[in-house]
T-cell receptor
Framework: LAKTTQPISMDSYEGQEVNITCSHNNIATNDYITWYQQFPSQGPRFIIQGYKTKVTNEVASLFIPADRKSSTLSLPRVSLSDTAVYYCLVGDLRGGADGLTFGKGTHLIIQP | ETGVTQTPRHLVMGMTNKKSLKCEQHLGHNAMYWYKQSAKKPLELMFVYSLEERVENNSVPSRFSPECPNSSHLFLHLHTLQPEDSALYLC?????????????FGPGTRLTVL
């Protein structure tokens, strides 16, 4: 499995755009990049997934450069409720029942 | 609500007790998972069931015994646990064959072993 590296913590303010970058230098050809969000005492929640270039949904955008050795989760106009831990996962998703390997994640704190 | 429910939400047990955690998914998925989240540690995958068969067991001690009677239900039977087993136990489900492998997590059971 490709190892991921992301900042332990980040701070921002309400209304700002927040970008969390994840490094995955050993990403394999069949690997996808997935981001999950976790609030305290709750299970993680799927946010977004991509393979290359840019993916956008109603919650976030995911930017992946051509070499795919890193990715950036972008949260537009954050609010206090976006305070959570964000996990970057990299793995081969060829349709099996695969457990997810979580790292320590990035603890994002949004202040008023 | 994610479509995955877990009971109980909180559990306190002694080291000699036997208890079970229950998970139920209402999403029509065919794969279910148990994860453990200890304080200040990453989530750890414990067990994977696909089509009601166990396909992965990540070197989990035998005092944890999973059971998957059908595709909607998953149990984790606990016996003679240790205080270091205190953690948040999370159940998840997914549709094996779904390329995204998006997993839906339940709210977890907060377990305290005295």
């Amino acid at each position: 499995l490709a190892k991921t590296t992301q900042p332990i913590s980040m701070d921002s303010y309400e209304g700002q755009e927040v970008n969390i970058t994840c490094s995955h230098n050993n990403i394999a050809t069949n690997d996808y990049i997935t981001w999950y969000q976790q609030f305290p005492s709750q299970g993680p929640r799927f946010i977004i997934q991509g393979y290359k270039t840019k993916v956008t949904n109603e919650v976030a955008s995911l930017f992946i450069p051509a070499d795919r050795k890193s990715s950036t989760l972008s949260l537009p106009r954050v609010s206090l409720s976006d305070t959570a831990v964000y996990y970057c996962l990299v793995g081969d998703l060829r349709g099996g029942a695969d457990g997810l390997t979580f790292g320590k994640g990035t603890h994002l704190i949004i202040q008023p | 609500e994610t479509g995955v429910t877990q009971t109980p939400r909180h559990l306190v047990m002694g080291m000699t007790n036997k208890k079970s955690l229950k998970c139920e998914q209402h999403l029509g998925h065919n794969a279910m998972y148990w994860y453990k989240q200890s304080a200040k540690k990453p989530l750890e995958l414990m067990f994977v069931y696909s089509l009601e068969e166990r396909v992965e067991n990540n070197s989990v001690p035998s005092r944890f015994s999973p059971e998957c009677p059908n595709s909607s239900h998953l149990f984790l039977h606990l016996h003679t646990l240790q205080p270091e087993d205190s953690a948040l136990y999370l159940c998840a489900s997914s549709q094996a064959g779904d390329r995204a492998n998006e997993q839906f997590f339940g709210p977890g059971t907060r377990l305290t072993v005295l």
